[in-house]
């Protein structure tokens, strides 16, 4: 065993014995004592003694010890420099689940800087091996209307289900009767986390309850990976988009001004929460302006192009 090595076994066993339990010391907080394990794990996986990364770091030695034993609250810039000197993403030195075990370390190696095309290829491929990828029957059989709010999926879709004799979800209806309120008391009283996970039950109700569905889903639905998986997996899903200036007009006319139109910022607001969607939203398998032309030949289009898709005649 190097010197280096048995050196940095002792620094370890020094850590463990001078930093846990003291009688009188502070409470520390469990994030900033998984972070320190972290940092400690991470530079004994590298060999690397703590004056060599203090040094490597520009960061003093007394500070790292800090930080290595829970009670040091460093600002992101130093633990940005601490991840370069330990050759790790900041992502890993955060506890990132994606550097969690050596298993996932090797995964993000293989997939990442790969294209947009192979990535998606991939989670097709490793949703049908843990079973979670759904069936083209099942799939076939349910359309999903994604897009922000104002897009024109209720009214779409309302008019889609009663032509293609489908029930109709308006997926935030049914959150709110698992809830037993509206969906801005759930998120009011109980917080945003809970409203997903209501969310979340809503969908995989729907999808056991029906064969044949065309689901109006809230614009947000696509923030939450698994329900967003969820969806993907069982629906022919259909992105409905529309100039930010018709989103908001849309949304005015409705009478319901939260959140978007809330604030003297709302436009850019709006683009805003649009850019950050837009890639998940172009997820779905088909897409189709709702700006582009009136009310009765955007639904003839999408009409023509999910009967096409699910192979229903016109």
């Known amino acids: 065993m190097s010197s280096t090595i048995l050196h940095e076994s002792r620094v370890v066993a020094l850590d463990a014995s001078t930093h846990g339990g003291r009688a009188g010391a502070p409470a520390r907080h469990p994030f900033l004592v998984a972070l320190g394990e972290r940092v400690r794990a ?42 370069q000197a330990l050759q790790c993403s900041l992502a890993e030195l955060l506890g990132d689940v994606t550097a969690s075990s050596p298993e996932w370390l090797l995964i993000r190696e293989l997939l990442e800087h790969r294209d947009e095309a192979t990535l998606k290829r991939v989670r097709a491929q490793v949703g049908e091996m843990l079973g979670t990828g759904g069936d083209n029957a099942a799939r076939s059989s349910r359309v999903a209307l994604i897009g922000l709010r104002g897009a024109g999926k209720s009214t779409l879709g ?45 969908l995989e109700e729907t999808v056991q309850l029906y064969a044949e569905a065309v689901i109006a889903t809230p614009g947000g639905l696509v923030s939450e990976p698994a329900t967003f998986n969820l969806l993907l997996a069982h629906c022919t899903t259909v992105w409905l988009k529309a100039t930010p200036q018709d989103h908001m007009q849309r949304v005015i006319a ?23 969607r837009e890639p998940f939203y172009a997820k779905a398998e088909f897409s189709m302006d709702t700006s582009a032309q009136a009310l009765q030949p955007t639904f003839l289009a999408l009409r023509a192009l999910v009967r096409e898709a699910l192979h229903i005649p016109n």
């Open 158 to 202: 309302r008019m889609l289900a009663e032509d293609l004799g489908f029930a109709y979800i308006e997926l935030s209806r049914e959150i709110e009767k698992f809830a037993g309120c509206s969906v801005a008391e759930i998120q009011s009283l109980y917080g945003m986390n809970a409203y997903r996970r209501y969310e979340r039950r809503a």
């Open 254 to 276: 409705q009478g319901d001004l939260r959140p978007m139109a809330a604030s003297a910022e709302a436009m850019a607001d709006l683009r805003t929460i649009l850019a950050g």
């Open 42 to 83: 991470l530079r004994a996986r590298r060999g690397l003694t703590r004056k060599a990364v203090a040094m490597a770091s520009e960061v003093s030695e007394r500070h790292l010890a800090n930080l290595e034993s829970g009670v040091g609250n460093a600002s992101i810039l130093v633990l940005l420099q601490v991840a």
